[in-house]
């Protein structure tokens, strides 16, 4: 199953962490870049952080600071720990395998994971 899956959002208050999970069973996952989307209503769907092998890590402007990714080759998913969360993080978030400047690959998305931020 190449096919990630994006678990762990859901209904925040604005200053909160929620840590998302995008799991999958192929192995490739184990050692491809991955990288965190997310699409709010209306925007288009923007990069939020990926990370490469040997564990380089990059994040949109936007985030920094305040979000880690991160992987478990063990058990192969990759993290996405959101702290101080704001009401402009509020969006469907997703997982994708993506080349090293974080491009996604894979043509075929998941359900991606909510996030809402309340006041």
């Known amino acids: 199953q190449v096919q990630p899956v994006e678990s762990g959002g859901g209904l925040v208050q604005a200053g909160g962490s929620l840590r998302l999970s995008c799991a999958a069973s192929?192995?490739?996952?184990?050692?491809?870049?991955v990288g965190w989307y997310r699409q709010a209503p209306g925007k288009q769907r923007e990069l939020v952080a990926h990370?490469?092998?040997?564990?380089?890590?990059n994040y949109a402007d936007s985030v920094k600071g305040r979000f880690t990714i991160s992987r478990d080759i063990a058990k192969n998913t990759v993290y996405l720990q959101m702290n101080r969360l704001k009401h402009e993080d509020a969006a469907v978030y997703y997982c994708?395998?993506?080349?090293?400047?974080?491009?996604?690959?894979?043509?075929?998305w998941g359900q991606g994971t909510q996030v809402t931020v309340s006041s």
């Open positions: 990370i490469i092998s040997g564990g380089t890590t």
């Open positions: 192929a192995s490739i996952f184990k050692i491809a870049p």
């Open positions: 994708n395998l993506a080349d090293t400047p974080g491009r996604p690959l894979l043509r075929s």
